[in-house]
């Protein structure tokens, strides 16, 4: 019961985490997507001569997926490809400003555009191959990748707001056009401020925002794992049974 609890708060959090910040983000990560997607689809299919070059890096990026043995090492493998580029893609986040995650998604997009492309190149049943190849363990894969993409870029922006309140204190700028009762004031005497308002005062929450790590972990363990492991469930075992 009591773990039961703690899932049930952990999961409250999680909603509220994504309501209050990764909501903003996530529509970026799914346009990135499909940018990436729709654009090399095109780009492929008026240069066909380039797909085998690009096919070649996507190769060698997955050279430690192995399509063949038994279904649950190919589903261990998958989980494990797919958590390790997972975390590669939120740790890109603590470079601030630069939202670096969301290259990922438009990676992403962008080889599943090289794949519809080879494949209508070759005289395959596009449809066909999106609807049992691609979208059961897509379906859970895509979403991950989304939030994972969307984690990161909040991740990011939050790194922005330390690097700048770390330069205000530096520069000494943190306190111009405050009120007496800012979280600082070295010129005067005054009295402590209550912890309550150290917690709440704009330049303390700036500078060491609260939970930004607890909600990048709690994030990639309920949400993200989850996903990522259904995905690879369903790759391993389900899907080379579909034609």
């Not at 039961?4 to 909501?23: I, M, N, T």
């Not at 299919?45 to 043995?69: C, F, H, M, T, Y």
């Not at 204190?169 to 600082?184: I, L």
């Amino acid at each position: 019961m009591a773990t039961e609890g703690l899932l049930k708060r952990l999961y409250r959090e999680e909603l509220a985490a994504w309501r209050d910040h990764y909501r903003r983000y996530f529509k970026y990560a799914a346009r990135a997507l499909g940018l990436g997607f729709v654009g090399h689809f095109f780009l492929f299919s008026l240069w066909p001569s380039g797909e085998q070059k690009a096919l070649d890096l996507v190769v060698n990026a997955l050279k430690d997926v192995r399509l063949e043995g038994p279904a649950p090492l190919l589903a261990l493998t998958l989980f494990y490809n797919n958590v390790r580029a997972s975390v590669v893609a939120v740790a890109a986040g603590i470079v601030p400003f630069l939202f670096l995650p969301i290259l990922d998604a438009f990676i992403n997009g962008g080889v599943l555009g090289l794949v519809v492309s080879i494949s209508r190149h070759q005289g395959l049943d596009v449809p066909q191959l999106v609807l049992t190849q691609i979208l059961p363990h897509g379906v859970f894969e895509l979403t991950a990748l989304i939030y994972t993409t969307s984690v990161g870029m909040y991740l990011s922006a939050e790194m922005g707001k330390k690097a700048v309140a770390a330069w205000k204190r530096r520069s000494g700028t943190s306190t111009q056009g405050t009120s007496p009762h800012a979280c600082q004031a070295p010129n005067h005497q005054a009295p402590a401020a209550p912890l309550e308002f150290q917690e709440t005062c704009p330049e303390r929450l700036a500078a060491n925002p609260p939970g930004l790590a607890r909600n990048v972990v709690r994030s990639f363990v309920l949400v993200v794992l989850p996903l990522l492991l259904v995905a690879a469930a369903i790759e391993g075992f389900i899907t080379p049974h579909l034609r």
